[in-house]
């Protein structure tokens, strides 16, 4: 059950209910707010905004104690979200938070990450929205050092909010320590070499990749402050809309 005087904040993920980052994140932010999650049964890294389409989605309550609920959805990060607010929540959430993500979303893993689908969907339903990451992949990641910063990250956009249509992509690197917080922008690169042929079968694949940064002005971008030890915020828009071509393209008709 939640207490009606504390802030709301909903929890999802890409890495499953199970994961590491997830009860890390909760065990941060009960402190702060009454919490509900919903999240993937299993892992569904790299499904950015996908829904399921095609088949039914389920959900289960998996615990619930005074200010925390947990549940896990058989879809994908987006469907949880919006599963959420059909379903279980009883009030509107103060805050809509990813993570903590088991990988880099910096640069342009923004627009695969499951984690920041839930960010989106989030933001775009019009609630201030918050993804956090940690680049390190492995299952047992030390989390310890974020607690501080995902607790004050956290509490400064439940007091000042963010704007319409705006939600923050917060990474962390894989550190003891960090160095500080850099708000800067996305890194502009791209994967390179993502694929590995299997020996065993012809045409058959896995995805692996070197990411290249093509930013003259690195210094500004979340890559550069990961490699240097800071924590990189970086505020991300969901309207697509590019307004300086709407102005050129004025005189084309």
């Not at 969907?121 to 956090?132: D, M, N, T």
Request: net charge negative.
């Amino acid at each position: 059950m939640t207490n009606n005087k504390r802030p709301l904040i909903l929890i999802s993920n890409d890495d499953g209910v199970n994961a590491k980052g997830i009860r890390e994140l909760v065990g941060f932010l009960r402190p702060l707010a009454d919490l509900v999650v919903m999240a993937p049964d299993a892992p569904r890294s790299g499904f950015a905004c996908s829904i399921t389409c095609h088949e039914p989605v389920s959900y289960k309550l998996v615990r619930q104690e005074p200010g925390l609920t947990v549940y896990q959805c058989s879809g994908t990060p987006t469907d949880c979200v919006k599963l959420a607010f059909y379903s279980v929540l009883e009030r509107e959430p103060d805050l809509v938070v990813g993570g903590i993500n088991h990988g880099d979303n910096s640069s342009v893993n923004v627009h695969y990450s499951g984690t920041m689908g839930v960010v989106i969907e989030g933001c775009l339903r019009g609630f201030p929205s918050i993804g956090f990451s940690l680049c390190d992949h492995e299952l047992d990641a030390d989390f310890t050092p974020l607690k501080d910063y995902v607790q004050r990250i956290t509490q400064k956009v439940l007091d000042e909010g963010l704007p319409p249509l705006t939600c923050l992509n917060v990474n962390f690197p894989k550190a003891s320590a960090f160095q500080g917080i850099k708000v800067c922008q996305q890194a502009k690169g791209l994967w390179e070499k993502e694929w590995i042929p299997r020996q065993e079968a012809e045409h058959v694949y896995d995805m692996a990749g070197e990411f290249r940064d093509t930013d003259p002005e690195e210094e500004r971008n979340d890559h550069w402050a990961l490699r240097h030890g800071y924590v990189a915020i970086t505020p991300v828009t969901v309207d697509a809309t590019d307004y300086e071509m709407i102005r050129r393209m004025k005189t084309w008709f």
